[in-house]
């Protein structure tokens, strides 16, 4: 089953709601020669670019946690609360 890119962003978004308190800009695409998902966290001069794999992203489209990406989120959000 596939996913749309926009579709992974919002569970994302649902998932971390710490990125719209901290005003994290989040952008996402599919990489099709990876077969992964591109994920790159803006706030302000900031930027930080994950990989996000296919099956994780799917995984959290079925309410699975996505422990890689919540390890990136977290730092990054922790980051821009230092900063």
Known sequence: MGFTPAAVREKIMEMYPE???NKII????FDVAKDAYIVKFKKDRHE????????DAEDC???IKCVYLGAQVGQFIKNFQMA
């Open 19 to 21: 990125l719209d308190e």
């Open 26 to 29: 989040v952008s996402l695409e």
């Open 48 to 55: 930080m670019t994950t990989h996000l794999e296919k099956k």
């Open 61 to 63: 489209l079925r309410n």
